[in-house]
């Protein structure tokens, strides 16, 4: 083949996708434990925490795909922003947005963590992520599971999904919450849960656990403080 025969081939060459690196779920609580102005301060953080530049790189050169759930108690989950592929900066920002102008969906029902994590798993059906190397359900909330599906039986079944799962406790009502979420909640290779102080320390917190979740995990399985 000639020089210009194999530049013309190559030329015609289609290019692959960019390779989705995670499927990020972020499941966020709005039971009846959240205050409207705990809510607001939740949702802006997470809007805050997605559009700082060490997550918004990230998010970019993982070409993640990102889904925000809403969750309260039994059968009361819902997407409030469907999954995002961020292969770009504007499509980041556009992210930010979505999640910063979500409306609440529920305000008086009660804590089902472990339909949280059911519904989270089933998002990952979805053809549009089939191709992500790594399925990571981040969840945060205030309280104990109060209702529904033990958690222990959706982390059990995440866990024969090859699905991470990583928790962020808020502790401003239930002391001792963090490690309820890693004795019962989180699983998977790296999986870890931090803790929040209470609404006003949520957004450096969820920052952290978003640029340590969204790069690639390779320390150790002990449990992080």
């Given at each position: 083949?000639?020089?210009r ?6 030329a015609?060459?289609?290019?692959a ?8 779920v972020l ?6 434990s959240?205050?409207r ?9 997470l809007a ?5 530049g060490?997550?918004?790189?990230a ?10 759930l809403?969750?309260?108690?039994a059968?009361?989950q819902v ?5 995002t ?5 504007d499509?980041?920002d ?6 910063a102008l979500a409306?609440r969906?529920w305000?008086?029902?009660s ?7 059911l ?8 053809p549009?992520v089939?191709d992500?190397?790594?399925q990571v ?9 109060n209702?529904?599906l ?6 059990a079944l995440a ?12 502790e401003?009502?239930?002391?001792g919450?963090?490690e309820?979420?890693?004795t ?7 999986a870890?849960?931090l ?14 656990k978003?640029i ?8 150790s ?5």
């Open positions: 083949m000639t020089l025969a194999l530049i013309t081939a190559l015609l060459t289609p290019v996708a960019p390779a989705c690196e995670l499927a990020l499941a966020v609580d709005v039971s009846g959240v205050e102005k705990e809510y607001d301060l939740q949702m802006q953080g805050a925490a997605l559009n700082h060490s997550v918004s790189e998010l970019v050169n993982a070409k993640a795909h990102v889904m925000v809403q969750w309260t108690g059968g009361r997407i409030s922003v469907p999954w592929h961020v292969t770009d900066f499509r980041a556009a992210l930010a947005t979505d999640v409306p969906r305000r008086n029902f804590t089902a963590v472990g339909e949280a994590m519904v989270a798993l089933a998002a990952f059906d979805d549009a089939s992500c190397k790594r359900i981040d969840i945060s909330g205030d309280g104990l599971s209702e529904g033990d958690p222990t039986e959706a982390r866990l024969s999904r090859k699905v991470t799962i990583n928790a962020l406790a808020i401003n009502e239930q002391a919450l963090v309820y979420f890693r019962h909640v989180i699983t998977g290779p790296g870890f849960a803790r929040a102080a209470d609404y006003q320390e949520y957004q450096e917190r969820i920052r952290q978003l340590r979740e969204i790069t690639k995990q390779i320390a399985l002990a449990p992080s403080h």
